[in-house]
Protein backbone atom coordinates (compact mmCIF):
# COMPACT_ATOMS: atom_id res chain seq x y z
CA UNK A 1 0.00 0.00 0.00
CA UNK A 2 1.34 3.54 -0.56
CA UNK A 3 -0.61 6.02 1.57
CA UNK A 4 0.21 9.45 1.73
CA UNK A 5 2.59 10.16 4.57
CA UNK A 6 1.28 13.07 5.31
CA UNK A 7 4.59 14.79 6.19
CA UNK A 8 5.52 11.94 8.79
CA UNK A 9 8.90 10.36 8.39
CA UNK A 10 7.49 6.75 8.86
CA UNK A 11 3.68 5.39 8.71
CA UNK A 12 3.87 4.69 12.69
CA UNK A 13 4.39 7.95 13.19
CA UNK A 14 1.73 9.13 11.31
CA UNK A 15 -0.36 6.30 12.65
CA UNK A 16 0.17 7.10 15.95
CA UNK A 17 -0.63 11.17 15.28
CA UNK A 18 -4.22 9.93 13.87
CA UNK A 19 -5.15 8.44 16.94
CA UNK A 20 -7.50 11.14 18.34
CA UNK A 21 -8.98 11.32 15.10
CA UNK A 22 -9.54 7.83 14.68
CA UNK A 23 -11.26 7.22 18.36
CA UNK A 24 -13.60 9.65 17.37
CA UNK A 25 -14.43 7.63 14.49
CA UNK A 26 -15.25 4.42 16.50
CA UNK A 27 -17.34 6.19 19.10
CA UNK A 28 -19.22 8.58 16.51
CA UNK A 29 -23.16 7.68 15.63
CA UNK A 30 -23.05 4.99 18.64
CA UNK A 31 -23.68 7.01 21.97
CA UNK A 32 -27.12 6.90 22.93
CA UNK A 33 -27.50 9.57 25.52
CA UNK A 34 -31.36 9.03 26.09
CA UNK A 35 -30.85 5.58 28.00
CA UNK A 36 -26.90 5.70 28.73
CA UNK A 37 -25.82 3.15 26.56
CA UNK A 38 -24.50 2.45 23.08
CA UNK A 39 -26.36 1.01 19.94
CA UNK A 40 -24.24 -1.42 18.49
CA UNK A 41 -26.35 -3.03 15.61
CA UNK A 42 -23.83 -4.90 13.77
CA UNK A 43 -23.78 -7.59 16.55
CA UNK A 44 -26.65 -9.26 16.17
CA UNK A 45 -27.45 -9.64 19.71
CA UNK A 46 -30.16 -8.98 21.29
CA UNK A 47 -31.04 -7.51 25.06
CA UNK A 48 -32.31 -11.03 25.60
CA UNK A 49 -29.14 -12.59 23.41
CA UNK A 50 -26.96 -10.12 25.66
CA UNK A 51 -28.48 -11.75 28.67
CA UNK A 52 -27.89 -15.00 28.05
CA UNK A 53 -24.23 -14.83 27.84
CA UNK A 54 -22.58 -16.52 30.54
CA UNK A 55 -19.30 -16.22 29.71
CA UNK A 56 -16.61 -14.27 26.65
CA UNK A 57 -13.62 -16.08 25.58
CA UNK A 58 -11.43 -13.54 23.76
CA UNK A 59 -9.15 -14.49 21.07
CA UNK A 60 -6.60 -13.20 18.41
CA UNK A 61 -2.91 -12.95 18.45
CA UNK A 62 -0.11 -10.51 18.84
CA UNK A 63 -1.28 -6.98 19.33
CA UNK A 64 -4.79 -7.62 19.42
CA UNK A 65 -4.87 -10.23 22.01
CA UNK A 66 -3.75 -7.58 24.18
CA UNK A 67 -6.12 -5.33 23.04
CA UNK A 68 -8.49 -8.56 24.38
CA UNK A 69 -7.18 -8.58 27.59
CA UNK A 70 -8.25 -5.17 28.05
CA UNK A 71 -11.29 -6.02 26.70
CA UNK A 72 -11.97 -8.72 28.95
CA UNK A 73 -11.01 -6.58 31.94
CA UNK A 74 -13.93 -4.00 30.56
CA UNK A 75 -16.11 -6.60 30.07
CA UNK A 76 -15.87 -7.88 33.54
CA UNK A 77 -15.83 -4.95 35.43
CA UNK A 78 -18.89 -3.05 33.46
CA UNK A 79 -20.50 -6.13 32.72
CA UNK A 80 -19.83 -8.45 35.43
CA UNK A 81 -19.30 -11.35 33.00
CA UNK A 82 -16.44 -13.49 33.66
CA UNK A 83 -13.85 -12.91 30.43
CA UNK A 84 -10.55 -13.62 29.74
CA UNK A 85 -8.55 -13.67 27.02
CA UNK A 86 -6.27 -16.28 24.81
CA UNK A 87 -4.13 -15.98 22.06
CA UNK A 88 -5.70 -17.86 19.25
CA UNK A 89 -3.36 -20.39 18.27
CA UNK A 90 -3.33 -21.76 21.58
CA UNK A 91 -7.07 -22.31 21.76
CA UNK A 92 -7.29 -23.84 18.59
CA UNK A 93 -4.80 -26.76 19.21
CA UNK A 94 -5.79 -27.37 22.89
CA UNK A 95 -9.40 -28.61 22.23
CA UNK A 96 -11.00 -26.58 23.87
CA UNK A 97 -14.87 -27.09 25.70
CA UNK A 98 -17.10 -24.98 23.57
CA UNK A 99 -20.02 -24.08 25.26
CA UNK A 100 -23.05 -22.70 23.99
CA UNK A 101 -23.82 -20.07 26.95
CA UNK A 102 -19.98 -18.27 25.96
CA UNK A 103 -19.74 -15.01 23.83
CA UNK A 104 -16.51 -15.88 21.67
CA UNK A 105 -15.02 -12.76 19.95
CA UNK A 106 -12.57 -12.62 17.59
CA UNK A 107 -10.02 -9.75 17.38
CA UNK A 108 -7.77 -8.72 14.37
CA UNK A 109 -6.57 -5.51 12.89
CA UNK A 110 -6.48 -7.33 9.09
CA UNK A 111 -9.07 -9.73 9.61
CA UNK A 112 -6.85 -12.04 7.60
CA UNK A 113 -4.66 -13.74 10.19
CA UNK A 114 -5.16 -17.26 9.51
CA UNK A 115 -4.91 -18.64 13.54
CA UNK A 116 -7.96 -16.54 14.22
CA UNK A 117 -9.74 -17.08 10.87
CA UNK A 118 -9.08 -20.91 11.79
CA UNK A 119 -10.14 -20.46 15.61
CA UNK A 120 -13.96 -19.14 14.24
CA UNK A 121 -14.16 -21.84 11.96
CA UNK A 122 -13.13 -24.58 14.73
CA UNK A 123 -15.53 -22.77 16.80
CA UNK A 124 -18.38 -21.93 14.22
CA UNK A 125 -18.03 -25.86 13.72
CA UNK A 126 -18.73 -26.76 17.10
CA UNK A 127 -22.16 -24.35 17.20
CA UNK A 128 -20.76 -21.61 19.38
CA UNK A 129 -21.68 -17.73 18.73
CA UNK A 130 -18.82 -15.60 17.57
CA UNK A 131 -18.53 -12.19 17.04
CA UNK A 132 -15.19 -10.39 15.24
CA UNK A 133 -14.18 -6.97 16.13
CA UNK A 134 -11.96 -5.97 13.32
CA UNK A 135 -10.73 -3.07 11.52
CA UNK A 136 -10.58 -3.99 7.52
CA UNK A 137 -13.71 -3.55 6.09
CA UNK A 138 -15.22 -7.16 4.85
CA UNK A 139 -12.18 -9.02 5.49
CA UNK A 140 -12.34 -13.12 6.46
CA UNK A 141 -12.68 -12.79 9.80
CA UNK A 142 -15.69 -10.32 9.69
CA UNK A 143 -17.05 -12.66 6.88
CA UNK A 144 -17.02 -15.62 8.64
CA UNK A 145 -18.40 -14.09 12.35
CA UNK A 146 -21.98 -14.28 13.28
CA UNK A 147 -22.10 -10.29 14.30
CA UNK A 148 -19.44 -7.77 15.65
CA UNK A 149 -18.27 -4.51 15.09
CA UNK A 150 -15.57 -2.48 12.58
CA UNK A 151 -12.97 -0.69 14.51
CA UNK A 152 -12.63 2.34 12.05
CA UNK A 153 -9.09 3.07 12.67
CA UNK A 154 -8.45 4.01 9.10
CA UNK A 155 -6.18 1.99 7.07
CA UNK A 156 -3.01 0.81 8.88
CA UNK A 157 0.23 0.21 6.74
CA UNK A 158 2.98 -0.12 9.89
CA UNK A 159 3.56 -3.46 10.21
CA UNK A 160 3.44 -2.77 14.22
CA UNK A 161 -0.13 -1.96 15.19
CA UNK A 162 -0.64 1.64 17.48
CA UNK A 163 -4.18 2.92 15.83
CA UNK A 164 -5.86 0.01 15.70
CA UNK A 165 -4.86 -1.16 19.39
CA UNK A 166 -6.24 1.70 20.67
CA UNK A 167 -9.49 1.75 18.17
CA UNK A 168 -10.33 -2.29 19.32
CA UNK A 169 -9.67 -1.07 23.11
CA UNK A 170 -12.26 1.46 22.57
CA UNK A 171 -14.59 -0.60 20.48
CA UNK A 172 -14.39 -2.76 23.63
CA UNK A 173 -15.14 -0.46 26.20
CA UNK A 174 -18.22 -0.07 24.41
CA UNK A 175 -19.27 -3.21 24.09
CA UNK A 176 -18.72 -3.71 27.55
CA UNK A 177 -20.91 -1.00 28.02
CA UNK A 178 -23.87 -2.19 26.31
CA UNK A 179 -23.58 -5.58 27.83
CA UNK A 180 -23.45 -3.79 30.99
CA UNK A 181 -26.40 -2.11 30.28
CA UNK A 182 -28.08 -5.16 29.59
CA UNK A 183 -27.18 -6.37 33.04
CA UNK A 184 -26.79 -4.62 36.04
CA UNK A 185 -24.53 -1.14 35.10
CA UNK A 186 -26.53 1.29 36.74
CA UNK A 187 -27.70 4.55 34.33
CA UNK A 188 -24.97 6.77 36.26
CA UNK A 189 -22.45 4.37 35.25
CA UNK A 190 -23.28 4.35 31.85
CA UNK A 191 -23.60 8.19 31.66
CA UNK A 192 -20.14 7.85 33.48
CA UNK A 193 -18.20 5.59 31.13
CA UNK A 194 -20.03 7.64 27.87
CA UNK A 195 -18.64 11.01 29.01
CA UNK A 196 -14.89 9.12 29.70
CA UNK A 197 -15.44 7.85 26.23
CA UNK A 198 -16.40 11.55 24.99
CA UNK A 199 -13.17 12.78 26.62
CA UNK A 200 -10.93 10.54 25.35
CA UNK A 201 -9.95 11.98 21.98
CA UNK A 202 -8.63 15.63 23.25
CA UNK A 203 -6.74 13.39 26.44
CA UNK A 204 -5.24 11.70 23.67
CA UNK A 205 -4.25 14.82 21.83
CA UNK A 206 -2.87 16.34 24.96
CA UNK A 207 -0.74 13.02 25.37
CA UNK A 208 0.76 13.40 22.00
CA UNK A 209 1.86 16.78 22.61
CA UNK A 210 4.50 15.50 25.29
CA UNK A 211 6.34 13.63 22.16
CA UNK A 212 9.22 15.82 22.68
CA UNK A 213 9.63 14.61 26.21
CA UNK A 214 8.88 10.82 25.55
CA UNK A 215 11.74 11.57 23.10
CA UNK A 216 14.36 12.67 25.03
CA UNK A 217 13.48 9.61 27.63
CA UNK A 218 13.57 7.09 25.18
CA UNK A 219 17.17 8.57 24.52
CA UNK A 220 18.27 8.09 28.08
CA UNK A 221 17.15 4.20 27.48
CA UNK A 222 17.61 2.92 24.10
CA UNK A 223 21.04 1.97 25.12
CA UNK A 224 19.59 -1.01 27.85
CA UNK A 225 20.20 -4.51 26.72
CA UNK A 226 16.78 -5.30 28.19
CA UNK A 227 14.00 -4.04 30.32
CA UNK A 228 11.62 -4.87 32.03
CA UNK A 229 7.48 -3.65 31.96
CA UNK A 230 5.21 -4.39 34.99
CA UNK A 231 1.66 -3.38 35.90
CA UNK A 232 -1.20 -4.74 37.87
CA UNK A 233 -4.58 -5.72 37.04
CA UNK A 234 -5.55 -2.80 34.28
CA UNK A 235 -1.59 -1.64 33.98
CA UNK A 236 -0.89 -5.41 33.23
CA UNK A 237 -2.22 -5.64 30.20
CA UNK A 238 -1.18 -1.99 29.01
CA UNK A 239 2.59 -3.73 30.35
CA UNK A 240 2.56 -6.56 28.00
CA UNK A 241 1.34 -4.31 24.57
CA UNK A 242 4.41 -1.72 25.61
CA UNK A 243 6.85 -4.92 25.93
CA UNK A 244 5.73 -6.13 22.94
CA UNK A 245 5.36 -2.78 21.07
CA UNK A 246 9.27 -2.45 22.37
CA UNK A 247 10.36 -5.61 21.01
CA UNK A 248 9.05 -5.34 17.68
CA UNK A 249 10.52 -1.79 16.50
CA UNK A 250 13.83 -1.47 18.58
CA UNK A 251 14.74 -5.35 19.10
CA UNK A 252 15.65 -4.40 22.81
CA UNK A 253 14.32 -7.48 24.29
CA UNK A 254 11.59 -6.58 27.02
CA UNK A 255 9.79 -8.60 29.56
CA UNK A 256 6.37 -7.80 31.17
CA UNK A 257 5.24 -8.65 34.65
CA UNK A 258 2.57 -8.27 37.12
CA UNK A 259 4.43 -6.14 39.52
CA UNK A 260 2.26 -8.34 42.55
CA UNK A 261 4.57 -11.19 40.83
CA UNK A 262 7.91 -9.23 41.24
CA UNK A 263 9.18 -10.37 44.32
CA UNK A 264 8.66 -14.33 42.84
CA UNK A 265 11.26 -14.10 40.32
CA UNK A 266 11.78 -11.02 38.69
CA UNK A 267 13.71 -9.26 41.12
CA UNK A 268 16.51 -11.39 40.18
CA UNK A 269 17.23 -9.41 37.68
CA UNK A 270 17.00 -5.95 39.16
CA UNK A 271 20.43 -3.94 38.68
CA UNK A 272 21.26 -0.35 37.45
CA UNK A 273 21.50 -1.97 33.94
CA UNK A 274 17.88 -3.29 33.29
CA UNK A 275 15.34 -0.49 33.41
CA UNK A 276 11.37 -0.79 34.44
CA UNK A 277 8.62 0.92 32.67
CA UNK A 278 6.40 1.07 35.48
CA UNK A 279 2.39 1.07 34.43
CA UNK A 280 0.68 3.26 37.29
CA UNK A 281 -2.80 4.34 37.25
CA UNK A 282 -4.27 6.62 40.08
CA UNK A 283 -6.46 3.46 41.14
CA UNK A 284 -7.13 1.32 44.30
CA UNK A 285 -3.74 0.08 43.46
CA UNK A 286 -1.47 3.12 43.59
CA UNK A 287 -0.17 2.26 47.14
CA UNK A 288 0.65 -1.18 45.91
CA UNK A 289 2.98 -0.10 42.43
CA UNK A 290 4.55 2.61 44.98
CA UNK A 291 5.76 -0.06 47.27
CA UNK A 292 7.07 -2.32 43.78
CA UNK A 293 8.63 0.71 42.93
CA UNK A 294 10.23 1.25 46.31
CA UNK A 295 11.93 -2.40 46.07
CA UNK A 296 12.79 -2.26 42.72
CA UNK A 297 14.66 1.36 44.14
CA UNK A 298 16.04 -0.48 46.77
CA UNK A 299 18.31 -2.62 44.37
CA UNK A 300 19.23 0.14 42.42
CA UNK A 301 16.95 -0.38 39.51
CA UNK A 302 16.04 2.72 36.93
CA UNK A 303 12.27 3.06 36.64
CA UNK A 304 10.16 4.72 34.18
CA UNK A 305 6.71 5.47 35.64
CA UNK A 306 3.74 5.91 33.75
CA UNK A 307 1.33 7.69 35.97
CA UNK A 308 -1.35 10.37 36.25
CA UNK A 309 1.23 12.11 38.78
CA UNK A 310 4.83 13.04 39.03
CA UNK A 311 6.06 9.67 40.99
CA UNK A 312 8.91 10.44 43.42
CA UNK A 313 9.88 6.81 43.29
CA UNK A 314 10.29 6.65 39.59
CA UNK A 315 13.71 8.29 38.43
CA UNK A 316 11.16 9.81 35.42
CA UNK A 317 7.40 10.09 34.74
CA UNK A 318 5.49 10.43 31.76
CA UNK A 319 2.07 12.25 33.32
CA UNK A 320 -1.16 10.76 31.28
CA UNK A 321 -4.61 12.59 31.68
CA UNK A 322 -6.82 10.52 33.92
CA UNK A 323 -9.99 9.42 33.10
CA UNK A 324 -12.50 6.84 34.38
CA UNK A 325 -10.46 4.02 35.88
CA UNK A 326 -11.98 1.31 33.67
CA UNK A 327 -10.58 3.72 30.71
CA UNK A 328 -7.35 4.40 31.87
CA UNK A 329 -5.61 1.85 29.91
CA UNK A 330 -6.56 3.24 26.73
CA UNK A 331 -4.62 6.24 27.77
CA UNK A 332 -1.70 4.78 29.17
CA UNK A 333 -0.64 2.79 26.49
CA UNK A 334 -0.20 6.03 23.99
CA UNK A 335 3.10 7.32 24.99
CA UNK A 336 4.73 4.13 25.28
CA UNK A 337 4.05 3.82 21.53
CA UNK A 338 5.79 7.04 21.70
CA UNK A 339 8.58 5.13 23.84
CA UNK A 340 9.11 2.70 20.94
CA UNK A 341 9.09 4.76 18.32
CA UNK A 342 11.63 6.86 19.39
CA UNK A 343 13.90 4.23 21.01
CA UNK A 344 13.76 2.35 17.34
CA UNK A 345 14.23 5.90 15.45
CA UNK A 346 17.38 6.18 18.30
CA UNK A 347 19.22 3.24 16.90
CA UNK A 348 18.12 3.35 13.37
CA UNK A 349 15.69 0.51 12.81
CA UNK A 350 13.68 0.08 9.95
CA UNK A 351 10.58 1.15 12.01
CA UNK A 352 7.52 0.62 9.53
CA UNK A 353 8.80 -3.07 8.58
CA UNK A 354 11.08 -4.61 11.02
CA UNK A 355 12.66 -7.83 10.42
CA UNK A 356 11.19 -10.94 10.40
CA UNK A 357 7.53 -9.67 10.70
CA UNK A 358 5.04 -9.61 8.97
CA UNK A 359 1.60 -6.81 8.84
CA UNK A 360 -0.51 -9.54 8.93
CA UNK A 361 0.27 -13.71 8.97
CA UNK A 362 -2.24 -15.54 6.67
CA UNK A 363 -0.76 -19.02 7.00
CA UNK A 364 0.18 -21.27 9.78
C1 LIG B 1 1.20 -9.89 13.02
C2 LIG B 1 1.61 -8.43 13.18
C3 LIG B 1 1.17 -7.92 14.56
C4 LIG B 1 -0.31 -8.17 14.77
C5 LIG B 1 -0.67 -9.65 14.58
C6 LIG B 1 -2.17 -9.86 14.56
O1 LIG B 1 1.99 -10.67 13.85
O2 LIG B 1 2.99 -8.27 13.03
O3 LIG B 1 1.43 -6.52 14.63
O4 LIG B 1 -0.68 -7.74 16.05
O5 LIG B 1 -0.17 -10.11 13.34
O6 LIG B 1 -2.72 -9.22 13.43
P1 LIG B 1 -4.23 -8.93 13.25
O7 LIG B 1 -4.38 -8.34 11.87
O8 LIG B 1 -4.97 -10.24 13.38
O9 LIG B 1 -4.65 -7.99 14.33
Known amino acids: ASYDMGGHDTYMHKEIHEQ???????????????FSTVHLGGLNL???????????????????????????????????????????????????????????????????????????????????????IVNVVGSAIAREADGGMYVHAGPEVCVVSTKCFTNTCVAFALLALHLGRTRDLSVRDGKRIIEGL???????????????????????????????????????????????KLKEVSYIHAE????????HGPLALIEPALPTVAIVPDDDLLEKNRAAMEEIKARSGQILAVAHREQEKADH????????????????????????????????????????????????
Open 20 to 34: AEAVDRVLRGRIDDR
Open 46 to 132: DARDARAVRRVKILGCGTSYHAGQIGAQMIEELARIPADAEPASEFRYRNAVVDPDTLYIAVSQSGETYDVLAAVQELKRKGARVLG
Open 198 to 244: RKLPAQIAEMLEQEEDVKKLAAQYADARSMLFIGRVRGYPVAREASL
Open 256 to 263: AYPASELK
Open 317 to 364: TIVVPKNEDELDPILMGIPLQLLAYHTALALGRDIDKPRNLAKSVTVE
